[in-house]
């Protein structure tokens, strides 16, 4: 939906961080009417659940004696779909501007402008960034010949590639440049990888046939000008390996930081944490509302379950700032014909109201 | 608290020493989480967000619980480690462990 970038689209609400809580929240605006746009940094939703622990059982969502991380995002999907929330992935949420009729304009990494009656944060622990090396002068290399993700193949096409990191990324990414590199070398600090072992076995075999190399050591030194890599040092246990290459793919995994977010001026607790009201999980910012895992306030729990809490609440509030003229009824999905036709359920029996 | 009194000691990541309270059985990360030392410990101890990474003073390191290949793998992944590199969801306060010194790397 980044067709048209000079008219911002409008929603109701925009929620930052697609964790469980904000694709709960989806539903709860959902059924006061509302439309909601999800930006998330990560290319999938489903926040630490999805990202961090996808195989793992949590045992304490009501009602579901046991479910995995993504089992529940898969079910959250599910149960908002009939909301068409629109997802904006891959992208940071990085600006936030008022407008003159008090409506919010939000800006990301990539671009887009959203245009949005209220904000809800579900930032959960913050954005997931890629982990960087310590290297000295990396930033001016950075985008130009490191990347921490494939953003297009071309990029690397006849090139000396260097892959660092021990884990899928890195493999994946190994057996699929393999063949549009000019050369690959893969390095890692250890001959163990926590990646699928066919992935792993995959890599032994062109190792075997001298198309890839394997480097055990760490990335120690970039040399290059102008941002243009053309050597990189790597410190192994027989010392250092002085390999020519012309781009860096590193995969060091994913650090979590709040990000831009601490800049928009919100009262902050700890400095990393969105301090909000226990009524509506509003902000210090009228018409901000702060989420699950984000929000801060006496007697928090870090849990799922009150992430969902918090989105119903937060949903009923800002019903009061995106439509200020109009009454809010309080219903139950069970017995609210209403409710069910936005939830394209057949109604049930006029009776039950 | 400890009945024994034993102690923890911490390096935070502006280089201030702090002198903390343990709890028998609980995590290391538990500890320095619920004492505000900047520890996050995001995945709640189940070794797959590495925010708990402390460098273990090396007269410590061979007294301590030697690592489980999880955890090796898991400081694989980061950029930066040092010999004593641990992840301290991983190690369980025990009093035997009084005095143990840990220092807070900066975050990667
Ligand atoms: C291993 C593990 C086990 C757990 N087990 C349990 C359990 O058993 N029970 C339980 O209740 N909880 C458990 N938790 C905690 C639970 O996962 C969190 O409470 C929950 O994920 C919080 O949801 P959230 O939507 O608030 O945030 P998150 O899931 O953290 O999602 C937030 C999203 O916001 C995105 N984001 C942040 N800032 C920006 C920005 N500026 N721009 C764009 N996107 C942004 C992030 O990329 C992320 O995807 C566990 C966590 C872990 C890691």
Redesign the pocket.
């Given at each position: 939906m980044s067709a048209d970038r000079s008219q911002p689209q409008r929603y109701d609400v925009a929620i930052?961080?697609?964790?469980?809580?904000?694709l709960f929240a989806v539903f709860e605006l959902g059924l006061l009417g509302l439309n909601a746009v999800l930006?998330?940094?990560?290319d999938k939703p489903g926040?630490?659940?999805s990202?961090?622990?996808p195989e793992?059982p949590?045992?304490?969502i009501p009602s579901w004696p046991v479910i995995t991380g993504q089992g529940l995002t898969d079910k959250l999907l599910e149960q908002i779909a009939p909301f068409k929330a629109d997802f904006l992935l891959g992208?940071?949420?990085n600006g936030m501007t008022r407008q003159e009729d008090g409506r919010f304009l939000i800006g990301t990494d990539a671009g887009d402008t959203v245009d949005a009656g209220a904000i809800f944060i579900?930032?959960?622990?913050?954005?997931?960034t890629p982990r960087r090396p310590k290297l000295e002068g990396l930033e001016a290399f950075e985008n130009r010949s490191v990347f921490y993700a494939v953003r297009s193949r071309a990029a690397f096409a006849g090139r000396d590639l260097v892959i660092a990191g021990g884990g899928d990324s890195a493999l994946d990414w190994t057996l699929d440049l393999v063949s549009t590199a000019r050369s690959v070398t893969l390095v890692h600090r250890s001959d163990r990888f926590r990646a699928a072992p066919a992935s792993v076995s995959a890599m032994r075999a062109l190792e075997a046939e001298g198309r890839v190399r394997f480097v055990e050591g760490d990335l120690a030194a970039l040399h290059g000008a102008a941002g243009d890599l053309s050597r990189i040092d790597i410190r192994t246990k027989g010392g250092t390996v002085e390999l020519p290459a012309d781009r860096l793919l590193a995969f060091y995994g994913l650090n979590i930081e709040l990000?831009?977010?601490a800049e928009w001026g919100l009262d902050l607790a700890d400095g990393k944490l969105v301090r909000v009201d226990t009524e509506k999980f509003q902000t210090s910012t009228p018409g901000i509302f702060a989420i699950?895992?984000?929000n801060h306030y006496p007697g928090k729990l870090?849990?799922?379950?009150s992430?969902f809490h918090e989105a119903a609440l937060a949903s009923h509030a800002a019903f009061k700032v995106v439509r200020p003229n109009e009454k809010l009824r309080f219903q139950y999905t069970t017995s609210s014909s209403e409710l069910q036709q936005r939830l394209n359920v057949a109604p049930i029996a006029e009776a039950a109201e | 608290m400890s009945e024994t009194g034993a102690k923890i000691v911490v390096i935070d990541r502006a280089g201030e020493r702090h002198v903390l309270e343990t709890v028998e059985g609980w995590r290391v990360m538990e500890i320095l989480r619920d004492q505000n030392t900047g520890i996050e410990g995001?995945?709640?101890g189940?070794c797959?967000?590495a925010t708990c990474h402390v460098i273990v003073d090396p007269a410590w390191a061979d007294r301590l619980p030697a690592p489980r290949d999880e955890e090796l793998d898991k400081l694989d992944e980061l950029p930066l480690i040092e010999k004593t590199s641990r992840l301290s969801c991983q190690i369980i306060w025990s009093d035997a462990l009084d005095g143990l010194t840990v220092t807070i790397p900066e975050a990667a």
């Amino acid at each position: 939906m980044s067709a048209d970038r000079s008219q911002p689209q409008r929603y109701d609400v925009a929620i930052v961080g697609a964790g469980p809580t904000g694709l709960f929240a989806v539903f709860e605006l959902g059924l006061l009417g509302l439309n909601a746009v999800l930006i998330d940094t990560l290319d999938k939703p489903g926040g630490q659940c999805s990202e961090l622990y996808p195989e793992k059982p949590i045992y304490d969502i009501p009602s579901w004696p046991v479910i995995t991380g993504q089992g529940l995002t898969d079910k959250l999907l599910e149960q908002i779909a009939p909301f068409k929330a629109d997802f904006l992935l891959g992208r940071r949420v990085n600006g936030m501007t008022r407008q003159e009729d008090g409506r919010f304009l939000i800006g990301t990494d990539a671009g887009d402008t959203v245009d949005a009656g209220a904000i809800f944060i579900a930032a959960g622990a913050g954005c997931f960034t890629p982990r960087r090396p310590k290297l000295e002068g990396l930033e001016a290399f950075e985008n130009r010949s490191v990347f921490y993700a494939v953003r297009s193949r071309a990029a690397f096409a006849g090139r000396d590639l260097v892959i660092a990191g021990g884990g899928d990324s890195a493999l994946d990414w190994t057996l699929d440049l393999v063949s549009t590199a000019r050369s690959v070398t893969l390095v890692h600090r250890s001959d163990r990888f926590r990646a699928a072992p066919a992935s792993v076995s995959a890599m032994r075999a062109l190792e075997a046939e001298g198309r890839v190399r394997f480097v055990e050591g760490d990335l120690a030194a970039l040399h290059g000008a102008a941002g243009d890599l053309s050597r990189i040092d790597i410190r192994t246990k027989g010392g250092t390996v002085e390999l020519p290459a012309d781009r860096l793919l590193a995969f060091y995994g994913l650090n979590i930081e709040l990000g831009p977010i601490a800049e928009w001026g919100l009262d902050l607790a700890d400095g990393k944490l969105v301090r909000v009201d226990t009524e509506k999980f509003q902000t210090s910012t009228p018409g901000i509302f702060a989420i699950g895992d984000i929000n801060h306030y006496p007697g928090k729990l870090k849990l799922i379950l009150s992430g969902f809490h918090e989105a119903a609440l937060a949903s009923h509030a800002a019903f009061k700032v995106v439509r200020p003229n109009e009454k809010l009824r309080f219903q139950y999905t069970t017995s609210s014909s209403e409710l069910q036709q936005r939830l394209n359920v057949a109604p049930i029996a006029e009776a039950a109201e | 608290m400890s009945e024994t009194g034993a102690k923890i000691v911490v390096i935070d990541r502006a280089g201030e020493r702090h002198v903390l309270e343990t709890v028998e059985g609980w995590r290391v990360m538990e500890i320095l989480r619920d004492q505000n030392t900047g520890i996050e410990g995001i995945c709640g101890g189940s070794c797959d967000c590495a925010t708990c990474h402390v460098i273990v003073d090396p007269a410590w390191a061979d007294r301590l619980p030697a690592p489980r290949d999880e955890e090796l793998d898991k400081l694989d992944e980061l950029p930066l480690i040092e010999k004593t590199s641990r992840l301290s969801c991983q190690i369980i306060w025990s009093d035997a462990l009084d005095g143990l010194t840990v220092t807070i790397p900066e975050a990667a």
